[in-house]
């Protein structure tokens, strides 16, 4: 699924004016473990983590 283009982000941008920017990991959980300890130790926190 391409979250980008997907039906919800779609229409959660145009029913709330809101733009979404989207960083992806790959599926390995080490590679994406550590790219989110990076990110809460630089203090560059994103609105979510999913």
């Known amino acids: ?3 980008e283009t997907n ?3 779609e229409f ?3 029913e709330f004016d809101i733009h979404f920017e ?3 990991t ?3 959980s080490s ?3 550590e790219k989110r300890q990076i990110s ?3 203090g560059d926190y994103p ?3 999913f």
């Open 7 to 9: 039906s919800f982000t």
């Open 22 to 24: 989207f960083q992806k």
């Open 40 to 42: 809460l130790a630089s």
């Open 31 to 33: 590679s994406a473990k």
């Open 47 to 49: 609105d979510v983590f």
């Open 26 to 28: 790959s599926y390995d």
């Open 1 to 3: 699924m391409d979250l």
């Open 12 to 14: 959660a941008e145009d």
